[in-house]
């Protein structure tokens, strides 16, 4: 008995590697073979096959195919009695390929078999069983009632929520995912249908086989990890497309079924305009809700601004109706506040940014205070003006960092950890190499992890003194529980995909999320990212902090902030020269000369540091910059201005050690923004 794994590939090389090494483990004392189509892919999928698995098959399409063309091109050369369709984007476990073969083997009026597919946090993926999209299926899950009501016969029947996924059942079709068939059902039923470029292939050739006598089984006995959209997320309006499209087609395919087709085919048109809409929200969902908030703050800020002010000062009592009655107000500060916020890409991947909203407020008063004082329509009381900016960009912050502050307590999941929000981890795997781990992801500047300790079974009741060893797998869950974890980090050469994918399943509904580090690699495989924690990449660098116009609103915003707070601490400087006394000292600077500073005399580090204002005001050193460094110690090479807080800072790096490192990453990403996420983390220490 000969197995064909056959896996289609499109531009996700990191998860290819990960699925071959699965596969690899995953065969048993079965005969096997691999073959990789890739799609034309861009990245270096089909060189790091051809380097790293000479074992494998693999064609390198010099266009993309779509995915049956491709499935039935690999077909044609695959020499297995069993062939299993496999996602690049899926790890398995050691049994999965034995236990979907012997299945086969063992029924022989099985045509096709899937496996339980999990997602990456260990819940179930739906589409591991499913029904065939009639009409009286798709509405309730058009609807959303299958959300509602779930173990519901009617409402759930598309994805069999009803039914227990733990036992075996027969399904009209299975995953895509992961499926594995005869070569005799081929020959029966036929090839993949060519016509499907992308999506419903799978129900389509399922549909077919039930069509030939055969039946599709869904078998939980194994399963896999799949992170489902990789290889779309590089064009997801157009994979959205194809999906509308192969519907459509699935439909009209099977037309002479349905003796009402021209009736039914409105409903189609219907249901898919629903899916498109509904797409459209789902995959925008947190920009919309970010944008819906950001607005009512806006109105709630204005309203209380003038609820405020006007009783006051002129008299005059407020209510809802009047402050209505002032539209062309509000709507031209949302107008101005919402075109800033598209300009400066609030709502695309920045929606949870914390120091964002407070530079478009900034900007958006500008503008209206400008439009109020030009156009005699529009002007109203400047003080309210003051105030609806200056309420609306702390609560516009605050909820921000809010969810920040609940996705550390693990009360809310967010689906796109924004690079500043700090995660709680901890690593399973050897202590000696977790600590490695560690040490990358602490000196990474793009990643803010806080590693809490290691879990592994290997070495219970030693430690390493280079990470804190936090227990032993067995008790994984009440670690999480009270460490309040966010991501656990698993280090493949440590742990097998089947440990792995009980682990998962154990923690599934934690709010957790589970990130493989390959073996011998650098880097963090996720949903949704790949994030490589061995440095960062120096070809092809852009310099947006030499660039003339960053420079200027750097040293604008040096200015102002730093006088701004010698202002307000006035008063605590005259104390401290006339009782203190204020000493000199030397820091290293990039020309490597040196610079003065003074300090006072005081205990208290941040009132010892509090005329450093002035060295800033004046243009000597800056908010955010290279860590500060004594001249007694050695030259560390520094090559931007030194800051009281800054990425080497926030990850308490060394300056010997990893400084230059930071420095690299914020020359490359530097910007007013980012400026004032660094401050604000290095206040709030989230």
Not at 397 to 415: D, G, T
Not at 553 to 567: G, P, Q
Request: proline share 4%; net charge positive.
């Amino acid at each position: 008995m000969k197995i064909s794994v056959i896996i289609i590939s499109y531009n996700v090389c990191a998860y290819l590697r990960q699925c071959l090494k699965s596969v690899s483990k995953s065969t048993g004392n079965a005969e096997y073979e691999v073959i990789v189509i890739d799609n034309n892919s861009i990245d270096t999928s089909v060189k790091m096959v051809q380097q790293e698995f000479p074992q494998v098959k693999i064609i390198g399409n010099t266009e993309n195919t779509g995915f049956s063309k491709a499935v039935n091109q690999a077909v044609k050369i695959a020499n297995g009695d069993f062939i299993c369709l496999l996602n690049p984007d899926c790890v398995i476990k050691t049994d999965t390929l034995s236990v979907l073969s012997e299945y086969l083997t063992q029924n022989a009026d099985v045509g096709v078999v899937g496996c339980k597919v999990l997602n990456s946090d260990g819940s179930l993926q739906l589409a591991s069983r499913r029904t065939f999209p009639k009409l009286v299926v798709t509405l309730p899950r058009l609807f959303g009632l299958h959300r509602i009501f779930p173990k519901n016969r009617i409402f759930g029947k598309y994805n069999l929520t009803h039914i227990d996924d733990t036992v075996i059942q027969d399904t009209d079709a299975v995953s895509g995912s992961c499926m594995m068939f005869s070569r005799t059902t081929v020959d029966t039923v036929g090839q993949f249908d060519e016509r499907f470029f992308l999506y419903f292939e799978d129900t389509d050739f399922c549909y077919r086989v039930k069509k030939g006598g055969y039946r599709v089984v869904y078998n939980p006995d194994t399963q896999i990890i799949h992170y489902k959209g990789e290889s779309t997320k590089f064009a997801r309006s157009v994979s959205e497309e194809n999906f509308h499209q192969s519907a459509y087609l699935f439909f009209k395919k099977y037309s002479h079924e349905f003796p009402l087709w021209n009736v039914f085919r409105f409903f189609v048109w219907i249901a898919i305009g629903f899916r498109k809409v509904g797409s459209h929200l789902f995959t925008h969902k947190s920009s919309i809700i970010s944008w819906f908030l950001d607005s009512s703050l806006v109105l709630m800020a204005f309203y209380g601004s003038m609820a405020f002010w006007y009783p006051h000062h002129f008299g005059i009592p407020v209510s809802i109706s009047y402050v209505a009655e002032h539209w062309k107000l509000w709507t031209t500060y949302l107008i101005i506040w919402h075109a800033v916020a598209i300009w400066l890409s609030l709502y695309k991947k920045n929606n949870l940014s914390y120091g964002r909203p407070l530079v478009v407020s900034a900007i958006s008063f500008i503008g209206v205070s400008t439009v109020t004082y030009f156009i005699s329509v529009f002007a109203y009381s400047r003080v309210v003006l003051l105030f609806t900016f200056l309420i609306s960009a702390f609560l516009q912050a605050m909820w921000r960092i809010m969810v920040h502050l609940f996705y550390r307590q693990q009360w809310i999941r967010v689906s796109h950890v924004p690079p500043f929000f700090t995660r709680n981890a901890i690593i399973l795997g050897n202590p000696t190499a977790a600590a490695n781990i560690s040490k990358l992801l602490d000196q990474s500047p793009s990643l803010f992890y806080k590693v809490l300790g290691v879990i592994c079974d290997q070495f219970v009741g030693k430690s390493d003194p280079k990470i804190k060893y936090l227990g032993p797998v067995r008790q994984l869950c009440a670690i999480a529980k009270q460490y309040q974890v966010n991501e656990i980090i698993i280090l493949e050469e440590s742990y097998s995909v089947s440990d792995i994918i009980e682990q998962i399943q154990a923690l599934s509904g934690m709010n957790i999320v589970f990130k493989f580090v390959p073996d011998g690699h650098h880097y963090l495989i996720g949903k949704g990212v790949v994030d490589n924690i061995g440095g960062i990449p120096l070809v092809g660098i852009d310099f947006p902090l030499f660039d003339r116009l960053h420079l200027f609103a750097k040293r604008i915003f040096d200015t102002i902030l730093s006088l701004l707070m010698i202002l307000l601490t006035l008063p605590i400087h005259i104390y401290l020269w006339i009782l203190m006394k204020a000493k000199k000292v030397k820091i290293w600077s990039p020309d490597h000369i040196g610079i003065q500073l003074l300090e006072f005399d005081v205990a208290n580090p941040l009132l010892q540091k509090l005329p450093y204002l002035y060295s800033i005001f004046v243009g000597k050193i800056s908010f955010v910059g290279s860590e500060v460094v004594d001249y007694s110690k050695p030259d560390p090479g520094i090559i931007i201005k030194p800051g009281i807080t800054g990425l080497s800072q926030l990850k308490n790096g060394s300056v010997q050690d990893a400084n230059n490192h930071f420095e690299q990453y914020y020359i490359q990403n530097q910007n007013l923004v980012f400026d004032l996420e660094i401050l604000l983390k290095s206040i709030l220490r989230i």
